[in-house]
């Protein structure tokens, strides 16, 4: 069976590494993956901020290109567009009239039919069931598993993992050889879009997640999202201010160091387009 | 030939506002079978009730209607009015011309002709009523009282002290209840157990109680006055008469390390133990899930040091019936534990602890001898947070209620804490503080003023552990919401009051009804608050919903009342708005044919096989047969039969068809 891709603007821009390394692993097990055509913008943050209808006909457009491609199945590797989607199949599932609404802006039928997968399910349903023996430089480090906030919220619709304390990557990261920690920042907010408006709000709150990881000894952070990335690592010189001191544990995507585990190049993962060297 | 009176009241204007009275009346002087048709302002009034009677003797009235308010309202009144009046009370009845009609249409002619109607179908149905006498039944004035905390030690001593008999059974093994683990009491401080444990004392020397520990109820039959209880007493291992309650085998029991109930985990005891040492009865039981000689086979060690040989290690658990007339639940509440808080580490940080735990560290009788030290070092805490509705009036963790008791007990633990701990900083974490009642509020000042607790108005996000503190993140709402951060060596959840473990189970047994947060529920949350719906069974304390002492000693007095009231009688009196078996003459002697469906479908145990004997006493038929003690008049069985053969007194088949009738003008 095909899976079904959606890449969102991150994962064709500041964070192509995501992409990079998504496809490579799914490659190593021959998953077949193919990109939703003529996809847009997921409406992110700022859609349903203005205007509810529009925060939804966005993703349903994206749901209902896929329904017309055939796709049964999608995988969202970025979690705010894996939010967005998954709250408008929530939300048009138990409102018709809303639903329609939305068909008839779109001009495109939408059944609801597809279903998605965040990067933590796909890796879960297709890769780590054929793990054993794939595993040639096991990840031997400690590592600190961020999930951020909108991989595990709002649980009601989501339905997955913990949402206070979630245990779905360090699960993941322990077959991959890894010792993930016990540690108090897994769900702390990054900061978010403040990366651009308010950095120093960034620092703060970025910093105290990397400050936690280093002091019960991370050798490296582990995320599952995009914007999580960039600002642990884009916006290293903010939280070093921060902190006062010069902190390089790199934070590599979870499919950047299952990568690694299975013994894929590095360029193939793209872990050279980090701000923080990649040392682990 | 029926002749029957009709009674249209205006009920000052609260019908006769929108609906013709007169002219109701008018209409229904026409009806075959009515003698007297009248409309008055008051119908419920002396002056309306005399012209009943008077029309009663004057027209020899055979049945009557009184068009007026809900059955529910005033059936009783007019009902005794007809019966003063030598007329058999069940052939009065009641057509509701304000609940159904006046109040929820606006005025006009279709209303009127609607009262009209509904005056119709009760006139047709009132000629097929039949004279009914109440049903009376023996009361057995014994109470049982499930549950030895304080409200049931209140309940039994109370109704003991009337001079009726009082069989009390409680789980664990010995009295007092949550209330003999707690330290002091709001508002005075006084200690708990030198409040509770006389009362406990008294409750075993009382002449008129039998108690039961270590027991629970079986099952349940039986209908008020007249209950039948199934009582398992759990076996002991211990021949109590010959123990004499000296304690050697508790001390000599090589597997102590058991967390102690009555200290919330925080100390340990033996497998053979007295939960406490002014527990009631003062003598121990052994833990069979424990106990090295039931897990293992070996030991035996108590029966060989026991001076009396009195440990019986085959000893049986134990089935006692008892007869009782009524009974008073009080089997209180419980707690949520702290592994119930994923935001607060699942239980996994071992000083974060639930108010109850506090209560063992601050007690006098517990792990710590009265002294604040924190579980995982033995610290003493320099820093103390306490987090109120840890879990209450939170929807999402399904808990919506206030927990009630938390804020009076969180401003006496932290008030406890500053004064063992006089250098200490206590916080206490709020969303609104509940501080009604007598003296509580004050007590509360006390806590924030004299004793210098930080009262911060917010919720706390997060717990987590960093070198040996626990981080503590809130928000000071009354600061802007500024974010606050504190290390903390100890915090207390004041977790949520719940219905206890098993309380389905119980409410299934005693046929009584529960709230959607398992608490039993009252009868009517104001008027009958003690009451539960099923007769002769009634709740104090905590087992209703979050009870503090004196709300559980008031209740528990209150449901002692009313079995005193119930056993101040020999004979209870019963509507007889019941179900019957019809009866024929022989050779059918019953349309009933015996299928007894109607026996599975009776929700209160109340029909029995009859059989029906020659003289010579060979059966000819069996047949189906109501117990008009146990028949509650719900109708089940009458919908089951698949031979009309079950009426209920008073809504007989025919009468139902002949309202239907009425109702489609077929008369």
């Known amino acids: 069976m095909t899976l079904g891709f959606y890449p969102g603007c991150s994962l064709k821009g500041s964070s192509r590494e995501y992409a990079e390394s998504v496809l490579a692993v799914a490659k190593a097990f021959d998953v077949e993956i193919e990109e939703i055509t003529d996809w847009n913008c997921c409406g992110a943050t700022a859609a349903h901020n203005l205007n509810k209808e529009l925060s939804l006909a966005l993703p349903a457009r994206i749901l209902s290109l896929a329904e017309k491609q055939g796709l049964k199945e999608i995988v ?205 | 030939m029926s002749k029957i009176g009709v009674f249209v009241c205006h009920c000052g204007e609260n019908i006769s506002a929108t609906v013709d009275c007169a002219k109701v009346a008018e209409t229904a002087s026409k009806y075959d079978g009515v003698a007297f048709s009248v409309d008055y302002k008051y119908m419920c009034s002396d002056p309306g009730q005399s012209l009943i009677k008077s029309a009663i003797a004057e027209k020899g009235l055979t049945g009557v209607v009184v068009a007026a308010c809900s059955p529910r309202m005033h059936e009783p009144t007019f009902r005794k009015a007809c019966a003063e009046a030598g007329l058999n009370p069940y052939m009065c009845e009641m057509a509701n011309l304000r609940e159904h009609c006046s109040w929820v249409h606006e005025k006009g002619e279709a209303t009127t002709e609607k009262a009209t109607d509904l005056v119709r179908i009760l006139v047709e149905k009132v000629k097929y009523n039949q004279s009914l006498n109440e049903i009376r039944v023996p009361v057995t004035k014994t109470a049982l009282v499930i549950g030895g905390g304080i409200a049931g030690i209140q309940a039994s001593l109370d109704i003991a002290n009337t001079g009726h008999k009082v069989i009390l059974i409680e789980k664990d093994p010995s009295i007092g209840g949550h209330m003999s683990q707690l330290s002091e009491t709001f508002p005075t401080l006084d200690c708990s157990q030198c409040i509770l444990t006389p009362r406990m004392v008294e409750v075993a020397q009382h002449p008129n109680i039998t108690l039961y520990t270590y027991a629970e109820l079986e099952s349940l039959e039986g209908f008020i006055g007249n209950f039948k209880a199934k009582i398992r007493r759990k076996s002991k291992s211990l021949d109590e008469k010959l123990c004499t309650g000296c304690g050697l085998c508790t001390t000599k029991c090589p597997t ?170 206590s916080y206490v974490f709020y969303m609104d503080i509940r501080a009604g009642g007598k003296m509580y509020e004050e007590f509360v000042r006390r806590a924030i003023e004299d004793d210098g607790v930080n009262y911060i108005r917010g919720r706390v996000s997060k717990i987590y552990e960093k070198n040996g503190k626990l981080i503590v993140n809130g928000a000071d709402t009354l600061l802007g919401a500024m974010p606050i951060e504190i290390e903390a060596d100890m915090v207390v ?4 009051g719940i219905a206890n473990d098993g309380a389905e189970e119980l409410a299934q047994k005693l046929h009584i009804s529960y709230d959607p947060y398992r608490f039993f529920a009252e009868a009517h949350p104001k008027l009958k608050p003690v009451e539960t719906n099923t007769a002769g069974i009634f709740l104090a304390g905590a087992c209703q ?47 009933c044919v015996g299928c007894f469906l109607c026996v599975s479908a ?43 053969s079950i009426d209920i007194q008073g809504y007989t088949h025919e009468q139902m068809y002949t309202e239907v009738l009425a109702l489609l003008n077929e008369y």
């Open chain 2, 602 to 644: 009776c929700p209160y145990q109340a029909i029995e096989k009859e059989e029906i004997r020659n003289r010579n006493g060979e059966l000819i038929k069996s047949i189906a047969k109501v117990n008009p003690g146990l028949c509650q008049g719900c109708g089940t069985c009458v919908a089951f039969c698949r031979t009309k």
């Open chain 2, 493 to 496: 959840l004041a977790t949520a």
């Open chain 2, 256 to 425: 102590k390390k058991i967390p102690s109930e009555f200290n919330e985990g925080l100390g340990n005891r033996p497998a053979i133990y007295v939960p406490f040492p002014q527990a009631v009865p003062n003598k121990p039981v052994i833990d069979r899930i424990h106990c090295t000689y039931y897990t293992k086979g070996k030991c035996r060690i108590c029966e060989k040091v026991c001076p009396t040989q009195a440990i019986r290690f085959d000893q049986e658990d134990q089935i006692v019936e008892v007869e009782v007339g009524a009974l008073v639940i009080a089997t209180g509440f419980n707690i949520k534990q702290t592994d119930f808080f994923p935001e607060y580490g699942y239980g996994k940080y071992p000083d974060v602890i639930t108010g109850l735990q506090f209560e063992r560290l601050a007690s006098a009788s517990g792990p710590t001898l009265g002294e604040i030290r924190r579980p995982s070092d033995g610290k003493i805490p320099e820093k103390i947070v306490f987090l109120a509705c840890a879990g209450s009036r939170d929807p999402a963790k399904g808990i919506p209620y206030c927990s009630k008791i938390c804020c009076m007990y969180i401003a006496k633990h932290a008030m406890l804490y500053q004064h063992k701990v006089h250098s200490g900083k």
């Open chain 1, 76 to 280: 969202v590797p970025c979690a705010a567009c894996y939010s967005r989607l998954t709250v408008t199949k929530h939300e048009l599932s138990k409102d018709p009239l809303l639903k329609a609404t939305v068909i008839e802006a779109n001009g495109l039928d939408y059944s609801g039919s597809v279903s998605i997968l965040n990067i933590i399910q796909m890796l879960d349903k297709y890769i780590t069931p054929n793990l054993g023996g794939r595993v040639v430089k096991p990840f031997d480090h400690k590592v600190a598993c961020y999930y951020g906030c909108l991989l595990v919220r709002p649980h009601e619709i989501l339905k997955f993992d913990r949402e206070e304390d979630p245990q779905s990557m360090d699960i993941l990261m322990l077959k991959t050889g890894a010792t993930p920690i016990d540690w108090a920042y897994k769900t702390e907010c990054c900061g978010a879009g403040l990366s651009v408006s308010r950095t120093s709000s960034v620092g703060r709150l970025s910093g105290k997640i990397i400050e936690d990881a280093k002091d019960r000894g991370a050798e490296a952070v582990i995320v599952a999202c995009p914007m999580c990335h960039s600002n642990l690592d884009m916006r290293r010189d903010a939280i070093n201010t921060f902190l006062g001191e010069k902190v390089d544990i790199p934070v590599l995507y979870i499919t950047q160091a299952l990568g690694l585990a299975l013994g894929i190049d590095r360029k193939k993962l793209g872990l050279q387009r980090h701000f923080v060297k990649v040392t682990v």
């Open chain 2, 545 to 591: 919903a979050p009870r503090d002492i004196p709300e559980s000693v008031s209740m528990a007095s209150g449901a002692a009342v009313k079995v005193a009231c119930l056993f101040s009688q020999d004979e209870l009196t019963r509507e007889p708005i019941i179900a019957v078996v019809n009866r024929q003459a022989p050779p059918a002697y019953s349309s």
